[in-house]
């Protein structure tokens, strides 16, 4: 089994930052993709940006130059840095990581969900 542990969210101000982490365990042969969805009240989970195993990335327009994802590979984290943030970027963040796992069948792991309050 694959485990995500995904760090806290938390109340930030309109036009402040904040950084997610998600750091993905267990039984992992490879990750071909992480990424970030969010989910905000009444809305349909949503893309927010997701990096292959060969470093490309994709950003929903909404985030495009204001988030960035990364991954230290060494410890199977991605992180999320969001900056400029917005009252519309609230939500309930969620990690996804795709790979196989060391039986080499597909695992499509998901985070808990971390809420994100972007609030005066």
């Known amino acids: 089994q694959v485990q995500l542990v995904e760090s806290a969210g938390g109340l930030v101000q309109p036009g402040g930052s904040l950084r997610l982490s998600c750091a993905a365990s267990g039984s992992i042969f490879s990750i071909v993709a992480m990424g970030w969805y969010r989910q905000a009240p009444g809305k349909q989970r949503e893309l927010v940006a997701t990096?292959?195993?060969?470093?490309?990335?994709n950003y929903a327009d909404s985030v495009k130059g204001r988030f960035t994802i990364s991954r230290y590979s060494a410890e199977n984290t991605v992180y999320l840095q969001m900056s400029t943030l917005k009252p519309e970027d609230t939500a309930v963040y969620y990690c996804n990581v795709r790979g196989y796992d060391i039986g080499r069948s597909v695992f499509d792991a998901w985070g808990q969900g971390t809420l994100v309050t972007v609030s005066s």
């Open positions: 990096r292959n195993s060969g470093g490309a990335t």
